[in-house]
């Protein structure tokens, strides 16, 4: 007889995968959300000046929705760009938030929904379950295949000069996400393999994550990375492979569902001071220090990464240890094919940042408690110098 561990699973409720839905925008929201009057779309500067935001707002506006875009997100969204945006939201009284972007628009639009219509201070909704209240109606739609934040039920936020908060509560989890790869062309293959592997490590922590690990985790972890190996190197070596880009969104969608219920490690645990102090996209931080960390935890974690090994390299054989590794190379493989750093010099990183790094990596308790293995100070130095 199995006898699994009592688990609980959320996730959002409405998921549509249909390349030009974007397009489609305001019968998706007529439909879902009849009541909606005043929408405001959510994005950055950069994506605003694709052009793409265009024709998800002309057809809320053939809705019958007023339309507002707020397009002042950056990269690691300090607290006072979510501040200004909840302000935005007010005094628009907006009555719909629509996410368009990468992980930081949709992580704004996630605050500006709790936040917009509730009197409670940005300082007290820092950390696990501590949003009061609802929230208005929240619609994602990501222009990236990575974070998975459309189906996540977490904010992060920079509250100081390297320092990120994260919120967590169940109100963050969006009425409906939205995946449309025709949103997703344009983007750079180094962007395009950054974020895939990001996602690709979602699946592979979630798979081994220590204590909430599920039935249901683990299938969106394996359907996640079965997509997501099959479909990276084809859509860094064409972007415009609408078919592949699609897969890579619903991958990277799997991908957040397992790890929203079965949380990451130590992979972004070590990842979190490289972005922080130097600036490194999230994505890009992941995949330097990601072998190093297969290959520290394998001898706790060799026989559930001998079983990702079947999807990511099927050609793999050998002992469990033979099979775990051959699953780390496969990922430096990835990193190698498609022309992204892969050392923490290349990064700018020098030998005498690592212990610096070392002690940021350690503060990440929250993280480093889901990992397979325990990890110490002079773990986390070894694992940065062997990715130096
Ligand atoms: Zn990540």
């Given at each position: 007889?199995?006898?699994?561990?009592?688990?609980?699973?959320?996730?959002?409720?409405?998921?549509?995968?249909?390349?030009?839905?974007?397009?489609?925008?305001?019968?998706?929201?007529?439909?879902?959300?009849?009541?909606?009057?005043?929408?405001l779309?959510v994005t950055?500067p950069?994506?605003?000046?694709?052009?793409?935001?265009?024709?998800?707002?002309a057809?809320?506006?053939?809705?019958?929705?007023?339309?507002?875009?707020?397009?002042?997100?950056?990269?690691?969204?300090?607290?006072?760009?979510?501040?200004?945006?909840?302000?935005?939201?007010r005094?628009?009284?907006?009555?719909?938030?629509?996410?368009?972007?990468?992980?930081?628009?949709?992580?704004?639009?996630k605050?500006?929904?709790?936040?917009?219509?509730?009197?409670?201070?940005?300082?007290?909704?820092?950390?696990?379950?501590?949003?009061?209240?609802?929230?208005?109606?929240?619609?994602?739609?990501?222009?990236?295949?990575?974070t998975?934040?459309?189906?996540?039920?977490?904010?992060?936020?920079?509250?100081?000069?390297?320092?990120?908060?994260?919120?967590?509560?169940p109100?963050?989890?969006?009425?409906?996400?939205?995946?449309?790869?025709?949103?997703?062309?344009?983007?750079?293959?180094?962007?395009?393999?950054?974020?895939?592997?990001?996602?690709?490590?979602?699946?592979?922590?979630?798979?081994?994550?220590?204590?909430?690990?599920?039935p249901?985790?683990?299938?969106?972890?394996r359907?996640?990375?079965?997509?997501?190996?099959?479909?990276?190197?084809?859509?860094?070596?064409?972007?415009?492979?609408?078919?592949?880009?699609?897969?890579?969104?619903?991958?990277?969608?799997?991908?957040?569902?397992?790890?929203?219920?079965?949380?990451?490690?130590?992979?972004?645990?070590?990842?979190?001071?490289?972005?922080?102090?130097?600036?490194?996209?999230?994505g890009?931080?992941?995949?330097?220090?990601?072998?190093?960390?297969?290959?520290?935890?394998?001898?706790?974690?060799?026989?559930?990464?001998?079983?990702l090994?079947?999807?990511v390299?099927?050609?793999?054989?050998?002992?469990?240890?033979?099979?775990?590794?051959?699953?780390?190379?496969?990922?430096?493989?990835?990193?190698t094919?498609?022309g992204i750093?892969?050392?923490?010099?290349?990064?700018?990183?020098?030998?005498?940042?690592?212990?610096?790094?070392?002690?940021?990596?350690?503060?990440?308790?929250?993280?480093?408690?889901?990992?397979?293995?325990?990890?110490?100070?002079?773990?986390?130095?070894?694992?940065?110098a062997?990715?130096?």
């Open positions: 007889m199995t006898d699994f561990p009592a688990f609980s699973f959320s996730t959002v409720p409405h998921i549509v995968s249909e390349s030009g839905a974007a397009g489609r925008l305001g019968e998706h929201i007529a439909q879902r959300f009849p009541d909606a009057r005043r929408a779309l950055d950069g994506f605003l000046r694709t052009g793409l935001v265009d024709a998800p707002a057809s809320l506006r053939t809705a019958g929705l007023t339309v507002e875009v707020y397009a002042q997100v950056m990269a690691d969204p300090p607290e006072t760009v979510v501040l200004e945006a909840v302000a935005a939201a005094k628009f009284r907006c009555d719909i938030v629509i996410g368009l972007g990468g992980g930081s628009s949709m992580d704004v639009a605050l500006i929904a709790v936040l917009a219509n509730s009197g409670q201070p940005i300082s007290t909704i820092y950390g696990i379950g501590n949003v009061k209240g609802s929230r208005l109606p929240l619609v994602q739609i990501p222009t990236t295949a990575g998975g934040s459309e189906v996540t039920n977490i904010a992060i936020v920079t509250t100081g000069a390297t320092t990120k908060m994260g919120v967590v509560a109100q963050l989890y969006a009425d409906l996400a939205l995946l449309d790869a025709e949103l997703t062309l344009g983007l750079p293959s180094a962007v395009t393999a950054a974020t895939g592997i990001d996602a690709m490590v979602h699946a592979i922590e979630a798979y081994t994550s220590k204590h909430k690990k599920n249901l985790s683990d299938l969106l972890a359907q996640a990375l079965a997509l997501l190996s099959a479909n990276l190197i084809p859509v860094c070596e064409n972007g415009r492979n609408l078919a592949a880009r699609q897969a890579m969104l619903l991958g990277a969608l799997l991908a957040g569902q397992a790890f929203s219920n079965a949380p990451v490690a130590a992979v972004h645990a070590l990842a979190y001071p490289i972005g922080g102090i130097f600036h490194v996209p999230h890009l931080s992941n995949s330097l220090v990601l072998p190093h960390v297969l290959r520290f935890n394998a001898p706790e974690a060799a026989p559930l990464y001998a079983e090994a079947e999807i390299v099927p050609a793999a054989s050998g002992s469990l240890e033979a099979r775990a590794e051959a699953l780390a190379v496969a990922m430096q493989q990835i990193a094919v498609t750093e892969r050392t923490l010099q290349q990064v700018g990183i020098q030998a005498s940042d690592l212990d610096r790094l070392a002690d940021e990596a350690m503060l990440q308790t929250r993280l480093l408690g889901n990992n397979p293995r325990t990890v110490t100070r002079t773990d986390a130095r070894a694992i940065y062997a990715a130096f």
